[in-house]
């Protein structure tokens, strides 16, 4: 009974941790919502701290005291958005006052549209209902009123005198009162987030003490160093993107300035806010100047400049200068950019939209430099949440070598074919090799997986140069990229017929030898190709083959090269070694344990087994040849890439 009883503890502990980690999120989400008059402010004056901070060092650099030197930042900051809150207001308000004089511009486009439009189409619904918006506007502004179309009385022309009943609304002070209290809830969060900005920029030091104390102080070197470099690669990313959305703002405005839309500085600072909503900011900030250059403008050449001034400047500062700055992206992975938009949008409105990217980014720092934090990286960052080999791996399981094909031809672009080989294929085959050991992988799924990494090496057949050439190269290609580490292109060439010896110039000098339909089968194929493409002539052959190496050995084959992922035994092997040198004597036998890493086992198996040379890399492989093919002219340089565009780490 009991021993029941605790089995089922144990096997319901995972659905009660989702449901307290389901609950968890709720509670917090719910929390985040009802104290979002907290905690707005609270997250808008940590991301203005971030931004402030280099500003206060400045200063104090200057001999300026802290408390002073932070006083002045936050007053010129705050003093910069209220100037820039008073612009918007009176532009707004001269826009508004403009509306009903396109009306005529609108009517007469509609005219021009005619029957290609219909009588009962969408734009001319649109049309009419800008129009009757327009009446409204521009009767609020005559105090008149007129009927509607249901009798009631609309604001227009007069048609009846209106009884007007006079009431004590209370005097001035109710006067003031109606005035005032629209402001006071963007004053009372401008006051608060006036006063956290000043407390987080003046308390800095303190809060990251504090933090690091929640955390742990079992390593207080580390943690104090990764909360310093994570705190300026937030403040040099944060002030980077402010600048670059201040400079596209600054260009619209002008832009609609030459083009003469009108409240040009208006749209310059909407564009400007909303490029920090990813996606679909830049399209929002379009939007209303390009209905507003179609209202302004008798013709189409307002439109058609707006919208070219909008196509052009966003791919350049999107995919150009932004990538040049700080890399490809935020760091985001694009459903967590996405994600976060739709969830901090739900919670926090929009302001919430403006915020959820600068938010995430802070949540994926923490997680990329705190490891109790680390599933905030794994979840919302761009960078693959498996290893390049695990990654290989599975798509070879899932018999997709088409997806892998794509991703080696981007890791090519940085990293030459044998390194590509090295730290991404060959580690996912010893990864398969591993669960075939264990017996978790069925005889059809190791079908399948020989299979692909077949097709994935014939797809690679057509890379006609072995060495990187440069390019634009993915998220996930540039972890693997950055994971292989430097490549070792240089230490090897291309062989010419002429660099090898005399005795190596046959058809096929150099037979790699691999037990058939296995994963040494695969990773001899490797080596031909790597070996072929070096300009050395190398042939497959299977050890069901070896008994036949004997008519092979007229054709002046010089080396041999055994592949095993793991041998059975040292026995196995040196009967392999014995076999090839009795079909084909006096040859060079390489002895190919791809599993082996320690170079003390690898000297005494290659002993054993009497082999002349002994390879765990493709690389060490192909040196070995070279060398044993007498090649001696000087290796080839280290080829010259274009700039590397690999994304740095974000912020």
């Given at each position: ?5 605790t089995?089922?503890i ?6 009660l ?6 609950a ?7 929390l985040l ?7 707005v ?13 280099p ?12 408390g ?10 705050f ?15 001269d826009?508004?006052g ?8 609108i009517s ?7 029957g290609?439009v219909?009588?009962?189409g969408a ?10 918006l327009s ?8 105090g008149?009123a007129?009927p509607a179309?249901?009798?009631s ?41 006036l006063?956290?900005a ?14 690091i ?5 079992d390593?207080?070197q580390?943690?104090?160093a990764?909360?310093?470099?994570a ?14 959305n201040c ?9 609609l ?10 749209w310059?600072?909407?564009g400007?806010?909303?490029r ?13 100047p390009?209905?507003?250059s ?6 189409w050449s307002m ?24 890399g ?13 938009a739709t969830v901090w ?17 802070c ?7 705190i ?15 498996l ?14 070598p088409?997806e ?7 890791f090519?672009r ?7 080989y090295?730290?991404v ?6 990864l398969a090799?591993r ?13 399948v997986?020989?299979r ?10 057509s ?6 050439f440069?390019?634009?190269?993915g ?5 693997a ?5 430097p490549?070792r292109?240089?230490a ?35 080596l ?20 036949s190496?004997?008519?092979v ?7 041999a090269i055994?592949?095993y992922?793991?041998?059975?035994s ?58 044993a ?15 590397s565009?690999?994304?740095p780490?974000p912020?």
């Open positions: 009974m009991d021993h029941g009883l089995r089922q144990k096997e319901s502990v995972p659905l941790a989702t449901l307290a980690v389901t968890l999120v709720l509670g917090l989400c719910a919502y009802l104290g979002r008059e907290i905690f402010p609270v997250a808008l004056a940590v991301l203005l701290s971030f931004v402030l901070a500003a206060v060092r400045i200063l104090q650099r200057l001999r300026l005291p802290h002073l030197a932070v006083v002045v930042v936050v007053l010129v900051a003093s910069t958005i209220g100037l820039m809150a008073f612009v918007v207001a009176s532009q707004l308000s826009l508004i403009q509306v009903p004089g396109y009306r005529s511009t007469q486009k509609l005219d021009r549209l005619g290609s219909g009588s009962n734009l001319k619904r649109a049309v009419e209902a800008v129009e009757e009446t409204q506007i521009s009767g609020m502004n005559k008149e007129k179309a249901d009798g009385l609309a604001i227009g022309t007069a048609a009846r005198p209106v009884p007007v009943t006079i009431q004590d609304g209370g005097g001035m002070l109710s006067m003031a009162g109606g005035v005032v209290s629209p402001l006071l809830h963007p004053l009372a969060t401008s006051g608060l987030v006063i956290f000043v407390f987080v920029l003046a308390q800095r030091e303190d809060l990251r003490n504090r933090l104390r929640l955390i742990g102080t390593d207080l580390h943690t104090t990764v909360f310093d470099d705190g300026r690669r937030l403040s040099r990313f944060f002030l980077t993107q402010l600048a670059l400079l596209f703002g600054i260009l619209i405005g002008i832009g300035s030459l083009i003469g839309v009108p409240s040009p500085v208006l310059g600072i909407l400007a806010v909303l920090f909503v990813p996606y679909v900011g830049a399209i929002l900030s379009a939007a209303v390009l209905a507003l179609v209202a302004v403008d008798p013709g439109l058609i400049w707006t919208a070219l001034l909008f196509v052009v400047l966003e791919p350049l500062f999107g995919h150009v200068l932004e990538p040049l700055l700080y490809h992206s935020t760091g985001l992975s694009p459903v967590a950019i996405i994600l976060a949008a739900f919670l926090w409105g929009p302001i919430g939209l403006v915020l959820a990217t600068p938010l995430t980014v949540l994926v720092v923490l997680g990329r430099h490891g109790q934090l680390e599933f905030l990286d794994i979840m919302l960052g761009d960078r693959p949440a290893s390049p080999a695990e990654i290989f791996y599975q798509r070879m399981l899932a018999g997709d088409t892998a094909t794509i991703q080696a031809r981007e090519l940085e990293r030459a074919l044998a390194t590509y090295d730290e294929a060959l580690e996912g085959v010893r090799h669960d075939i050991a264990r017996g978790r992988i069925s005889p059809d799924r190791q079908a997986l020989r692909s990494i077949a097709e994935l090496i014939r797809n690679l057949e890379i006609t140069d072995p060495f990187p440069g390019g634009a190269v998220s996930e290609a540039a972890a990229v950055v994971a292989a580490g490549d292109a240089g090897t060439i291309m062989a010419r017929p002429e660099d090898l010896r005399p005795d190596w110039r046959g058809e096929v000098p150099i037979l790699c030898i691999a037990a058939r339909d296995t994963v040494d089968d695969v990773i001899a194929a490797m031909v190709q790597v070996l072929t493409k070096q300009g050395l002539r190398a042939r497959l052959v299977h050890t069901d083959e070896v008994a190496l004997a008519e050995g007229r054709s002046g084959v010089r080396l055994l592949s992922v793991e041998p059975l040292t026995l196995h092997l040196r009967y392999a070694v014995r076999q090839a040198r009795r079909g084909l004597p006096g040859i060079k036998v390489v002895l190919g344990i791809w599993s082996e890493r320690d170079p003390a086992m690898g000297l005494s198996l290659r002993r054993t087994a009497r082999a002349d040379i002994l390879a765990t890399t493709v690389y060490g492989t192909l040196s070995a040849v070279q060398e093919a007498g090649i001696a002219a000087p290796p080839r340089p280290t080829p010259v890439l274009r700039p565009r690999l994304a780490e912020a």
